[in-house]
């Protein structure tokens, strides 16, 4: 250790003069009379003229003892005591100029006493003092020599020139210990104090996700670089909700001759998802060298309406339990080429995939078949895709695959760069095509869902593409999302037309929050385009490819979250998971419909980090359709008007052991219907309510 610097620090300030600690014995600054060209300092943070004294105690090997007893005497009298360090340094401070000595003292140790320092005024001593241990033989004694000048004294100086010629090192065997597996180290279990608690490890077991899993890919299963993991989640969802639902006239129930009947629905639903993934990878940096993923997924779905709408044939009640296995992931990938020594790369996944385009899911979220290019370049600033999706049908009550074709193929090219502008703020611009051939199918429920069973009922072919603009970030304090999208293309047989339509619409979206201590404050605009003349031959209205937005309230909003039918139809205005009004009669089973009426809403919320582990969300939304005269031909409706209305949210979500294995989130959501929706279904109020619990291994 070296003494000097650690007072010098102590005090306010670093020594100008080296500091050399002596090898033996005890040195001291020197004594004598000073040089006319170094005239003595104040040492910082004492009185005028007062010196100091730091020292080390060291065994005969040079290891410090820490907790001996340093006396400073000056003659007969004692000055000041002090014990060690534990890297066995001592200090004296604001002493007066004078001869002193010490004695040293510690159990195992011999006694040492050292005299012959004399300190002059404003001096700072450095002092190295070695002891023996008990039938240990004393140290000699070393003079006092004087060392290099200091603007506080002299420091001692080392005895002797270094060796002429290096000292060669060790081999490797000499110095390495060889670990065949630095993956699997053998730990014993930790039970020091024979109580439970937190230990400083923990041995792993196959059933524990959190602590050292072969299962979790904390350890190679094959060779030292191939590596599984194993998920499973089990999603669990308990709903309650009070919505418009189509009264269904039949004789099954007479005196139903209103369009919308009894709105209460009870809803339970769980889903099982796995995910086995095998890869081959080096670091955490390092992208993977080729990776196989299955991901089969399971559902157990209930629904009881008040109303027979559950199924096509009537005579099977109100309500309706499903189950289905589907397979969401099936993909292999490789890795390609390394273009860079900062880990940019080039890979190729094919199979059944997840993939969202963009930031916020407004315009495809799919797992599909496919294959897709991907990379990055500028040590990970640019991101890249080129994608080709051939779509597979769905079940309607779980949303997840069938092993069927839907003859419907998606396009995707996108390109994301990190601190774009500014440092923090990412952006993305994509192109998207859509080609979807709109065979005949019905629902898992019996009910047609293309062609749309309006207007005219023909196969419709849709080719649209989209160009857009995301970002997401931060500017300064503010945090940024944001997209647009254009749409354009053709649609051949539009239902509500009932001839060809020529798309051109457009999407926008914007999100503004600031952060204060534990709260996220929000501030939310959305706007999709829409049609004003369902007889021109234009489709003015913006649609989606398959969008789940995360926006505007997300799981706590009403109209995102749930699906509004309307009567007589076979349409919904919107689907559930969607912000947009696009009249299609199932969002993943129906077609894009580019004349709708569109949308415009301004929602407010805030984020509370109530604790770690709990955070509370609201939300509340104005909203107004864009154009409603699609609606009334749809309808056959005189006048239906533009304001939505007012819908309010609240939820929360619990982590118990501040992870994502355990997620319980609930909420309630309303909303008070504008006039718009009043001309439409006849009430003043809707509302949900509902628990959810995702536990993930």
């Known amino acids: 250790m070296i003494a000097a610097v650690l007072l010098m620090f102590a005090l306010g300030h670093a020594p100008t003069g080296g500091v050399v600690r002596p090898e033996f014995g005890f040195r001291r600054s020197d004594l004598g009379p000073r040089t006319s060209d170094l005239e003595p300092h104040q040492i910082p943070n004492q009185r005028e003229r007062r010196s100091a004294i730091q020292g080390q105690v060291t065994d005969q090997d040079g290891r410090p003892v820490p907790g001996a007893n340093v006396v400073l005497r000056s003659g007969a009298r004692e000055v000041a005591r002090a014990l060690t360090t534990a890297d066995g340094v001592f200090r004296f401070l604001d002493l007066p100029g004078g001869e002193y000595s010490f004695t040293v003292t510690r159990d195992g140790y011999q006694p040492l006493t050292q005299g012959g320092l004399r300190l002059a005024a404003s001096e700072l001593a450095s002092v ?10 004393a140290p000699p004694s070393r003079p006092i020599e004087p060392g290099p000048p200091t603007p506080y004294g002299r420091l001692p100086e080392r005895r002797g020139e270094p060796p002429s010629e290096a000292t060669p090192l060790p081999p490797g065997e000499k110095v390495f210990v060889p670990v065949p597996e630095r993956w699997n180290l053998p730990l014993p279990e930790w039970d020091r104090y024979h109580v439970e608690g937190d230990y400083p490890y923990v041995s792993g077991r196959w059933w524990d996700p959190y602590n050292q899993n072969r299962l979790k890919g904390d350890y190679p299963v094959l060779d030292k670089r191939t590596f599984f993991v ?14 418009p639902t189509p009264s269904g006239v039949s004789t099954k129930r007479q005196g ?20 086995f993934d095998l890869f081959r990878g080096d670091t955490a940096f390092r992208p993977v060298d080729w990776r196989v ?15 027979l709408q559950t199924n096509a044939d ?3 009640g109100s309500n309706r339990l499903n189950t289905h296995l589907g397979l969401q992931e099936a993909f292999v990938e490789k890795k390609l080429f390394d273009i860079s020594s900062n880990y940019d790369f080039i890979s190729v996944r094919a199979g059944i995939q997840e993939f969202s385009s963009d930031f916020r899911g407004f315009i495809s979220v799919l797992e599909s078949p496919g294959v897709r290019l991907f990379g990055t370049l500028k040590s990970s600033r640019i991101e890249y895709n080129l994608a080709y999706f051939d779509l597979l049908e769905k079940d309607t009550n779980s949303g997840f695959n069938e092993l069927h074709r839907r003859n419907q193929q998606v396009y995707i090219a996108n390109l994301y760069i990190q601190d774009f502008l500014t440092p923090g703020y990412t952006t993305e611009f ?10 005949l199918h019905y629902d898992t429920n019996g009910f047609l869902v293309r062609p749309a069973p309006i207007g005219l009922i023909g196969n419709n072919t849709v080719r649209a593409y989209y160009v857009g603009w995301a970002g997401s970030g931060h500017i300064g304090r503010w945090n940024v999302s944001h997209a647009f999208y254009q749409a354009l293309g053709h649609e051949e047989a539009n239902a509500i037309e009932a001839a060809p339509v020529d798309i051109n619409a457009q999407m926008a979206a914007l999100e503004l929050s600031l952060d204060k201590d534990w709260i996220r404050f929000k501030g939310t605009t959305f706007f999709a385009s829409g049609d004003d003349d369902p007889n021109d031959g234009h489709g003015r209205a913006f649609d989606a490819i398959l969008d789940i937005p995360t926006f505007a309230g997300g799981t706590f909003s009403l109209w995102n979250r749930q699906g509004l039918r309307l009567a007589q139809t076979g349409t919904g205005l919107v689907s559930p998971l969607s912000l947009l009004p696009s009249l299609r009669t199932n969002k993943d089973e129906g077609q894009a419909s580019f004349v709708n009426p569109g949308i415009f809403l301004v929602n407010g919320g805030a984020d509370v980090e109530l604790t770690p ?4 969300f609201v939300s509340t939304s104005y909203l107004r359709f864009m154009k409603t005269e699609v609606l009334e031909t749809l309808l056959f409706q005189e006048k239906v008007r533009l304001n ?4 309010y949210g609240a939820g929360a979500s619990y982590r118990p052991p501040l992870s994502d294995n355990i997620v319980i989130i609930g909420g309630v959501a309303g909303m008070r219907l504008g006039q718009g929706l009043k001309d439409i279904y006849e009430r003043n109020h809707l509302f949900s309510v509902f628990v959810n619990m995702r536990l993930q291994f």
């Open 613 to 616: 582990k709990l955070r509370g």
């Open 314 to 316: 009537v005579r099977r």
């Open 230 to 243: 194993f998920t499973g989640v089990s999603d669990s969802l308990l709903e309650g909700r009070n919505l």
């Open 128 to 137: 190295d003092l070695k002891i023996a241990r008990t039938g240990e033989a």
């Open 293 to 307: 993923r299955v991901a089969p997924a399971f559902s157990v779905n209930f629904i009881d309406l008040a109303e």
């Open 644 to 647: 939505i209305g007012v819908e």
């Open 256 to 275: 139903s001759q209103r369009f919308f009947g009894r709105g209460g629905q009870y809803l339970p639903v769980t889903a099982f998802r796995t995910s």
């Open 430 to 439: 994509s192109f998207h095509a859509n080609r979807d051939q709109g065979e």
